[in-house]
């Protein structure tokens, strides 16, 4: 097997293109070397501020361009947010991600925002945050903040991307991603599955998403949640077994990370869900809303949990700082 950073276009296609059972073989294999098959980390996401985005990114309902019908909310009060992530851990999180609809953080926001990361992170939870572009001196103070991870997504290949997104580059994500970086947080970064892309997009992504360097701890693949009145609304949905394939190259290209099966999984059957876990995916989006749009009920969830054998990740997680032994 390559270096992972070895790895070709050609190859990443052609792992793509593998018979199934090929492929699931050998992402399991690759699962199981680096990690415990039967647990799954949860990470509960919470809207901190809801809409009125002035980007164009074309899949999403909170644009202030599309009438998605979603209703713009200002930054949410602390105790708020507070008292969200206390249910998250309730619930069984082990993180909790602050999502906001913004091109990048304006400096009154990002103040309130670090509140609530110490805040968060003070729960013992570990701290995600996905708020736009940020440049060095911002990444900074999140990671000084304590923030553990920042979402990023390049979403798609850099050739498909200007078709899905105007208003800024694939560049300006990536140097987001460097500041990140730079500034000691981990990378959650993935894309986004049944945009309309064609296979070799997809192996682009995946590609791109591997050389990261060093690769993303966390990658979330989302299948397009098709929102009404978002220029997406009517793109055709993903072959289900072409999705399991995206997650299967991506366990293989990025084997330490974790593989998030995250934004779909609502219409997705438990078999569909399942056979995913054994392609590598070993996280999901825990709560019953992602950012706009409904996720899975978290019974229903536990449910599956039981049936699959599967095991959350035990509390605290192992990076949040917490004495295990303490209480
Ligand atoms: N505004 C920030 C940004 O774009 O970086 C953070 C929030 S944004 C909603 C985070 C990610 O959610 C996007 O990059 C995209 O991958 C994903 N996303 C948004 N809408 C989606 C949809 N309808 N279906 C699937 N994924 C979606
Ligand atoms: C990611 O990759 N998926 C999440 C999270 N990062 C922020 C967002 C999914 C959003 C789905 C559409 C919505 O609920 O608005
Ligand atoms: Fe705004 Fe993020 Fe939605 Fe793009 S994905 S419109 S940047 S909230």
């Not at 979603?70 to 082990?94: F, Y």
């Not at 105007?166 to 991603?177: I, N, P």
């Not at 701890?217 to 289900?240: M, Q, R, W, Y």
Request: proline content about 7%; overall charge negative; some cysteine.
């Amino acid at each position: 097997m390559p270096h992972p950073h070895a790895w070709t276009l050609a190859d990443v296609q052609a792992l793509l293109d593998l018979p199934l059972n090929d492929l699931l073989y050998r992402a399991h294999g690759v699962h199981r070397e680096h990690f415990d098959p039967n647990e799954i980390q949860l990470s509960t996401l919470l809207s901190v501020k809801t809409g009125g985005c002035p980007e164009d990114c074309h899949y999403c309902p909170q644009s202030l361009r599309y009438a998605s019908g979603i209703d713009s909310e200002p930054l949410l009060p602390l105790d708020a947010v507070v008292e969200r992530a206390q249910q998250a851990k309730a619930a069984g999180a082990t993180r909790f991600c602050m999502g906001a609809a913004y091109r990048g953080p304006k400096e009154r926001d990002l103040a309130k925002i670090i509140e609530y990361i110490s805040a968060v992170k003070a729960l013992g939870l570990e701290t995600c945050a996905t708020l736009g572009l940020l440049d060095e001196a911002q990444a900074r103070r999140l990671a000084a903040a304590g923030l553990d991870y920042y979402n990023h997504n390049l979403d798609t290949s850099e050739a498909y991307y200007p078709e899905i997104i105007t208003t800024r580059s694939y560049a300006d994500r990536l140097k987001t991603l460097e500041h990140v970086r730079q500034a000691g947080m981990r990378v959650c970064c993935g894309g986004i599955v049944g945009l309309g892309e064609t296979v070799k997009d997809r192996a682009e992504l995946l590609l791109a998403l591997s050389r990261l360097d060093p690769p993303p701890e966390s990658v979330p693949i989302n299948e397009l949640v098709p929102v009404p009145g978002t220029p997406l609304a009517h793109t055709p949905k993903t072959d289900p077994i072409e999705f399991v394939r995206v997650i299967a190259v991506a366990r293989i290209l990025m084997p330490r990370a974790h593989v998030r099966l995250s934004a779909g999984r609502s219409t997705m059957s438990r078999e569909l869900q399942a056979l995913c876990f054994f392609a590598g995916a070993n996280s999901i989006f825990y709560g019953e809303k992602l950012l706009t749009t409904p996720n899975n009920d978290t019974d229903q969830d536990h449910e599956l949990f039981a049936a699959l054998g599967l095991r959350p990740e035990a509390f605290p997680p192992a990076d949040s700082g917490m004495d295990v032994h303490a209480g």
